[in-house]
């Protein structure tokens, strides 16, 4: 009896101990087939990290790409280098300055006005001295300085330029009668020249032979002075 006691307690030991590890092994297949519980919170974090950064990255780009167009504007009116654009027609105001107190008949002075930013205008205006809508006589140019060029000629924003013209420099007596206006283009360049006109009307009927246009200057005195220097055709020039 006492022998075949201990045969069932040595088996049922046995059991225990199988039954016990059978549970163990149990618990770490159990752990080892759920990683995501204690994976989760080790990336949460590095997770957060990532995206708090990512947030605030377009909030510094935003903030420099509203500097960039407010620079590119402020930018607008010069060209390439710094230095003032060239001069919109559109922006330049053409007219007759009354004639002073012993000034000759056949002279007249253009002022230019820059009502836009500073700009790079030509040396003088272009200048056809017409009938106005009448065919005859036959429209005509003046005469201009010759080896005209250099650097750029700036008219500042506000500004008024000069240019005298004398229709009959040298009083001929054959000079052609009729004339009623001069239509100019301020700041004449190979896209402007037979476009951007303004007519500016002479105050009377004049007569016209060997027309001469001076360099723009910043006052009247010295535009008038210019036009002697005025020698010739404007089409030698190109």
């Not at 007249?108 to 003088?124: E, F, H, M, Q, S």
């Not at 272009?126 to 036959?138: D, K, L, M, R």
């Not at 500042?156 to 009668?177: E, R």
Request: glycine share 8%.
């Amino acid at each position: 009896m006492k022998t075949l006691n201990r045969i069932a307690l040595l088996a049922g030991g046995a059991l225990v101990v199988a039954a016990a590890a059978g549970c163990s092994s149990s618990t770490a297949n159990s752990a080892a087939s759920d990683p995501a519980t204690s994976g989760t919170s080790a990336v949460a974090a590095p997770s957060d990290a990532s995206s708090s950064a990512t947030s605030s990255a377009p909030s510094a780009s935003a903030s420099s790409g509203t500097t960039a167009p407010a620079s590119s504007a402020s930018t607008g009116s010069t060209a390439p280098g710094g230095a003032p654009a060239v001069c919109d027609n559109a922006k330049l105001n053409a007219s007759l300055v009354p004639p002073d107190s012993g000034q000759k008949a056949s002279v007249y002075v253009i002022a230019v006005k820059n009502t836009g930013p500073a700009c790079d205008i030509d040396y003088l205006p272009y200048v056809w001295i017409t009938a106005g809508q009448n065919s005859s006589p036959e429209q005509t140019r003046p005469l201009i300085e010759n080896g005209l060029g250099g650097g750029p000629h700036i008219i500042a924003s506000g500004q008024t330029m000069y240019a005298g013209i004398d229709l009959n420099p040298q009083s001929a007596s054959d000079a052609v009668a009729g004339y009623t206006s001069l239509a100019v283009t301020a700041n004449p360049t190979p896209d402007s020249s037979g476009k951007d006109v303004q007519d500016l009307r002479l105050p009377a009927p004049a007569k016209v032979a060997g027309a001469k246009l001076g360099t723009y200057n910043s006052d009247k005195a010295t535009a008038i002075k210019q036009i002697a220097f005025a020698s010739v055709p404007e089409e030698s020039q190109h």
